[in-house]
């Protein structure tokens, strides 16, 4: 049977129409699913940079010298414990009084407060003006010190605030700032028995050591000059 050719055209053009949207449709659901699955890479992936980044360093852990105990938050000594030797150079200055410092504290530290006694040749303690001691106000370092490190330490104590009669001057580091080892500040630390104010001499007095008198002049050590010998038997 033949049909006529404008209904054959138009039977031809209604079928490729079909398949037309049977294609596009057939599209459409592959690029529905295809787009999840592309998010899914990609947000994979994203998490996978972020899981090899490193993440901030963790916050320095506080610790205490040898012998301290951790007070709170704070670190304490008792005793004789100590963080750093001071010693005294011998010689009266007329605007400042030189030491040397020595960390022993196996940390780097700063910020030190330093405390200083005076005694006399029998190693009889003296007051300084309003006070049992001198004590050094401020930061008494000026910069951190490192562990071990020896340095000269000038306390800006005239002569004139030396009391009449010293023959010694001996100080004490009593509080410092611990610096961890990242380099920010770790925990305070102190020893309240180290700043008793009716301290001890802990050293001998030097036989040659000069002595403040009342007019502030610095008094020479008195030479004793030796017997004679006695004379030879006969």
């Known amino acids: ?5 404008e209904l054959a055209s138009g039977l031809s053009e209604q079928g490729s129409a079909r398949r037309l949207g049977s294609n596009t449709t ?6 529905g699913l295809a787009v999840p699955l592309a998010l899914t890479g990609c947000s994979k992936k994203s998490d996978d940079t972020s899981a090899g980044r490193p993440g901030p360093p963790a916050p320095a852990v506080a610790r205490c010298p040898p012998g301290a105990s951790m007070d709170g938050t704070n670190c304490k000594s008792a005793g004789q414990g100590r963080v750093a030797t001071l010693s005294w150079n011998g010689t009266l200055g007329d605007s400042g009084q030189v030491f040397t410092l020595r960390n022993t504290s196996g ?20 007051d300084v003006v309003g006070a049992k001691k001198y004590a ?6 000026g910069s951190n010190v490192r562990v071990g490190e020896s340095r000269s330490l000038t306390i ?9 009669g010293t023959a010694e001057i001996e100080g004490e580091v009593v509080k410092v700032t611990l610096v961890n080892g990242d380099g920010t500040d770790g925990p305070s630390w102190k020893n309240d028995d180290l700043n008793a104010d009716e301290r001890v001499m802990a050293g001998i007095p030097a036989a040659t050591a000069p002595t403040v008198v009342a007019t502030g002049a610095v008094r020479p050590p008195i030479r004793r000059l030796s017997p004679p010998p006695p004379p030879p038997h006969r």
């Open 136 to 141: 050094e106000p401020g930061d008494a370092f």
């Open 26 to 31: 057939a599209i459409v659901l592959a690029l």
């Open 156 to 164: 800006p104590l005239s002569k004139t605030g030396i009391p009449d």
């Open 1 to 5: 049977m033949n049909m006529p050719r």
């Open 107 to 126: 940390m780097v530290m700063k910020a030190g407060t330093v405390s200083l006694w005076f005694y006399d040749k029998s190693g009889k303690r003296l």
